[in-house]
Antibody, heavy 121, light 113 residues
Framework: EVQVVESGGGLVKPGGSLTLSCEVS????????VSWVRQAPGKGLEWVGRIGRKSEGGTTDYAAPVEGRFTISRDDSKNTVYLQMNSLKSEDTALYFC????????????WGQGTLVTVSS | QSALTQEASVSGTVGQKVTLSCSGN????????VGWYQQISHGAPKNVMF??????GISDRISDRFSGSKSGTTASLTISGLQPEDEATYYC???????????FGGGTKLTVL
């Protein structure tokens, strides 16, 4: 069965940077759309962004609150998707989930357990 | 405030049928398939329904007690024969072609009495 494993979370100061990783097993991430979804403490799910299939240009889309600060990328050799987060704010504190997208690529297929990011001084 | 509107909480007794709703507009639910996701105690969400069908390839993990429907700009998830293990928060989600993002509802906390 497909496994999705996130890593890289931790405590970071406001204005700092952090990069999360999402390793997927059983299929190639270059053939998939992959999204990041976050959940602030006690709150609901919020889509962060996604990266498209390599065959479709690997385009990226982002939610407005993170546009310009977060970047999603992919390393096909490691079958891993990354979320680089810069200029972090306290409101970015959340559990960050990685999820593979089904088709159409706004539905979510397999989810990881999440990695916690805390932005605090 | 979420782009999609869900009931904050719904409760039912074991064996009962409950229906959760998800309301949007013509730029999202009215045009796109709605996904439903079950989350237990802030663990990993699990997809339980895409539109009116369980997700393909993993349908053996989804109980046939779950069913989905849509009418206009409102989608619904119905759970028949409610079981204690169904107690969870359920989120609906879809694409919005004006905001150009994936949007979620605020989630419905289902309590099994």
């Amino acid at each position: 069965e497909v496994q999705v494993v996130e890593s890289g979370g931790g405590l970071v100061k406001p204005g700092g940077s952090l990069t999360l990783s999402c390793e997927v097993s059983e299929f190639s991430v270059s053939d998939a759309w992959v999204s990041w979804v976050r959940q602030a403490p006690g709150k609901g799910l919020e889509w962060v962004g996604r990266i498209g299939r390599k065959s479709e240009g690997g385009t990226t889309d982002y939610a407005a609150p993170v546009e310009g600060r977060f970047t999603i990328s992919r390393d096909d050799s490691k079958n891993t998707v990354y979320l680089q987060m810069n200029s972090l704010k306290s409101e970015d504190t959340a559990l960050y989930f990685c999820a593979t997208n089904a088709m159409p690529p706004y539905l979510f297929d397999y989810w990881g357990q999440g990695t916690l990011v805390t932005v605090s001084s | 405030q979420s782009a999609l509107t869900q009931e904050a909480s719904v409760s039912g007794t074991v064996g009962q049928k409950v229906t959760l709703s998800c309301s949007g507009n013509s730029s999202n639910i009215g045009f796109y398939t709605v996904g439903w996701y079950q989350q237990i105690s802030h663990g990993a969400p699990k997809n339980v329904m895409f539109g009116e069908s369980p997700p393909s390839g993993i349908s053996d993990r989804i109980s046939d007690r779950f069913s989905g429907s849509k009418s206009g700009t409102t989608a619904s998830l119905t759970i028949s024969g409610l079981q204690p293990e169904d107690e969870a928060t359920y989120y609906c989600s879809t694409w919005d072609n004006i905001l150009y993002v994936v949007i979620f509802g605020g989630g419905t906390k289902l309590t099994v009495l």
